[in-house]
């Protein structure tokens, strides 16, 4: 996305008096960060020069910009990258995505998005194949895989060991996946690392529940904590429940 003194858009808020947010430092130059607005919708932007490249120093600027902004709003995020032509284009975009900015603000009001990765000990997990039927039958058999007569054994080996596999993803999903889910306002599984990472989630919680969805993290945890480690984070925006795609034909 190219485009020479553009407008970059990191979020919608509801707001109706101008605000700033201090500044933001992109490709080594630091720009104010302020509001546009429509009515009671405001989106918090910054002037650029030139492309906003997803180099690091970029993206933690971005984020640095949504965290602040996160603890006095709710917003509607922006994946990173958005630049616009124009103040003009940005006010237009806004326009047109009105009702929909509405929607997703009722939708997002007073929620926070959080993540949970659930990963495997190597410990637990060697213990837990040592001891699986199917896998230690496979074990006894002394397949030799240099063998290419063996060629439909070593299949059958990785279809045991991948239903291994998913038998433990499908112990977490039920145990802490469906737990949490029982607290939170809506919940994601997203990709995991077979073998490594069994739970992959967001969760967009209630902050009246906040509380309440932490202990229940850190009680499945003191369950869990001598098979898997948690990878608990959050708050962030609802990344993982928005969807939003901001055009505007022939100008982005």
Known sequence: MSTQNGVYVFCAIREKEPKQFGKVRFNGLDNEVYTIHHQNVAMVVAKVDGDVLPDRNNLFAHQNIISEII???????????NVFHSEEDVLLITK???????????????????????????????????NNPDLKKLRASKIDITNPASFYD????????????????????????????????AGKQNSTIPGKTLLNAAFLVDRDMEEAFDKRVNDLFEIWKEKVDFKYTGPWPAYNFVDIRLRIEGKI
């Open 71 to 81: 603890n006095q709003y709710s917003l509607i995020p922006m994946s990173f990258g």
């Open 96 to 130: 047109h995505m009105h009702d929909e900015f509405e929607r997703l603000f009722i939708h997002l009001e007073n929620k926070i998005e959080v993540g949970l990765k659930v990963i495997a000990k190597k410990e637990w997990l060697k213990e837990e194949m040592k």
């Open 154 to 185: 070593q299949i059958q080996i990785g279809e045991h060991a991948q239903n291994f596999v998913l038998g433990l993803e499908y112990e977490v999903e039920k145990e802490i996946y469906h737990s949490l889910l029982e607290l939170a306002e």
